[in-house]
């Protein structure tokens, strides 16, 4: 079996669909390709999939951006908010992205929850490799999605 | 109409709500259910003319509260609101008794469509 991975332009079309369809719908509320950068985002939300591929989506972005997407998606004032808000907001960002994702690889497969990490930290895959990085700038603020392929598919589909 | 909206995220239930208006569904009572468990206790207590269920859910998803529903005998009108709409997850909500399924994201004519033969 091949280890598929998903195309860095799919993954582009999925999060401009997400956005542009609950985070602002006009063209300047897109997010847009941004320089890559170095160092880990201070939030992130990880969903993983397993079955007929194994890895992880991670979403992550600037503090900032964490709030004024929850801000929008919850029509709060982004100091109105609670951590919990922010959390499930940036959560439920990973999950349409990654469930959109899934839908892209071989299955049969499932979705995990998310797990929210907000204040950053070093973050880290074991046993996989970052097969799509994709660095975007919305509303001025960096976001990143990546793709991590577990290494037990890699190294299936390097041999077949 | 009654209509529960069962979703784990705060966020996206809002969404949902503020769709359903945007789709011209206004004026419904709404009871909101936080996972597939709740969402089966509330179905008892409300009896709610339609349920829009997201699937990925802590506790019980929303396959398996769809599922207990019609093994209980109730046979109460279900959708699925969901980010994965493969085929093969459209199959199994099929197969389990679900109308439709909408996947996220979504748009209010997408709701109009899926609702208008169940809501009128």
């Known amino acids: ?160 | 109409m009654k209509i529960l909206v069962a979703d784990d995220s705060r966020v996206m239930r809002q969404i949902v709500v503020r769709t359903l208006r945007q789709a011209g569904f206004d004026g419904h009572d709404i009871v909101e259910a936080t996972d597939g468990a709740d969402g089966l206790s509330k179905v008892s207590d409300e009896s709610p003319d339609l349920v829009l269920s997201d699937w990925n859910m802590p506790e019980l998803n929303g396959l398996e509260f769809l599922r207990s529903l019609r093994a209980a005998g109730n046979n109460v009108p279900f959708g699925f609101v969901t980010s994965e709409g493969s085929p093969d997850m459209r199959e199994k909500a099929e197969q389990a008794g679900a109308l439709f399924l909408i996947a996220k994201p979504f748009t209010a004519e997408t709701f109009a469509e899926a609702l208008e033969p169940v809501l009128g």
Do not use: Y
Not at chain 1, 58 to 87: I, K
């Open chain 1, 1 to 160: 079996m091949t280890a598929a991975a998903p195309d860095i332009d799919d993954v582009e079309q999925i999060v401009t669909e997400v956005f542009g369809s609950f985070l602002g719908g006009d063209d300047e509320s897109l997010p847009m390709r941004g320089p890559d950068t170095e160092g880990d985002s201070p939030v992130t939300a990880t969903v993983s999939i397993t079955g007929g591929w194994d890895g992880h989506v991670v979403f992550g972005c600037s503090t900032t951006a964490s709030r004024s997407a929850a801000a929008v998606l919850l029509m709060m004032g982004a100091d109105e908010l609670a951590e919990a808000d922010v959390a499930d907001a940036v959560g439920e960002l990973a999950n349409m992205i990654g469930g959109n994702i899934k839908s892209l690889l071989p299955g049969p497969s499932a979705l995990t929850l998310p797990m929210v990490s907000v204040g950053g930290g070093a973050m880290h895959m074991p046993s996989s490799t970052e097969a799509v990085r994709l660095d975007l700038l919305w509303q001025g603020e960096p976001v990143r999605v990546s793709v991590w392929a577990s290494n037990s598919d890699t190294q299936e589909g390097s041999t077949s």
